[in-house]
């Protein structure tokens, strides 16, 4: 299994300033996602990231609104630049463990903007 | 691209009660297929997975068998407690594309005593 924790557990920002999330794995993985979770629905992918290249979005998502850092195998941050209140969502960094190919979530980053 | 489909809810049960939450998929390779659980407040927890066509994943009462015929998953239990208030959630990885996941939309189910 992993534990991956996951700071802030939440944050209230103001419009137009950016808020840093980091998250930590307690194992060495190679793939670390992060999703999306907007009240009420499902999860979105946001970007993959792999540790010492650039990270891959998904469509309808870019590098200078959500610009991500992979220094090592079990640390990533994930900025939101520029927020607006349409950015309040619960943001989730997620690893895949290629022993079992199970997936495993961190506890999830409540943003709210005001 | 690949699609999960789940059944709508809110779903409300008494104590006891049978449940079934439907969820199919469309993929274009051969994924593994999970159901997660979100508890009120906390994060997603895998609840059960099967990696090929016919294998049923178990955990804490709940039960899936991976159906490629139908291209289904759907979760059941046999007798729901008020514990298992939650929202649950279907998905679909694709192996042979980076590992990524997709969901579907939840299904809320609420257990009443």
């Known amino acids: 299994s992993a534990v991956i924790s996951q700071k802030p557990s939440r944050d209230i920002c103001q419009r137009g300033t950016s808020l840093t999330i980091q998250c930590q794995v307690d194992s060495q993985v190679t793939m670390m996602f992060w999703y999306r979770q907007q009240p009420g629905q499902s999860l979105t992918l946001i970007a993959t990231a792999n540790q010492g290249s650039e990270a891959t979005y998904e469509s309808g998502f870019v590098i200078d609104k959500f610009p991500i850092s992979r220094p090592n195998l079990t640390f990533s941050t994930l900025t939101v630049s520029n927020m607006s209140p349409e950015d309040s969502s619960i943001y989730l960094c997620s690893v895949v463990l290629p022993s079992s190919y199970e997936q495993y979530f961190g506890p999830g980053t409540r943003l709210t903007v005001t | 691209g690949d699609s999960v489909t789940q059944m709508e809810g809110p779903v409300t049960l008494s104590e006891e009660a049978f449940l079934t939450i439907n969820c199919t998929y469309t993929a274009t390779g051969y994924p593994s297929l999970f159901w997660y659980v979100q508890y009120p407040g906390e994060g997603l927890q895998l609840l059960l997975k099967a990696t090929k066509a016919d294998d049923k994943g178990s955990n804490k009462g709940f039960e899936a068998t991976y159906r490629k015929e139908t291209t289904s998953f759907h979760l059941e239990k046999g007798s729901v407690q008020v514990s298992d208030s939650a929202v649950y959630f279907c998905?679909?990885?694709?192996?042979?594309?980076?590992?990524?996941?997709?969901f579907g939309d939840g299904t809320t189910l609420t257990v009443k005593p």
């Open positions: 998905a679909l990885r694709d192996n042979t594309n980076a590992g990524k996941s997709t």
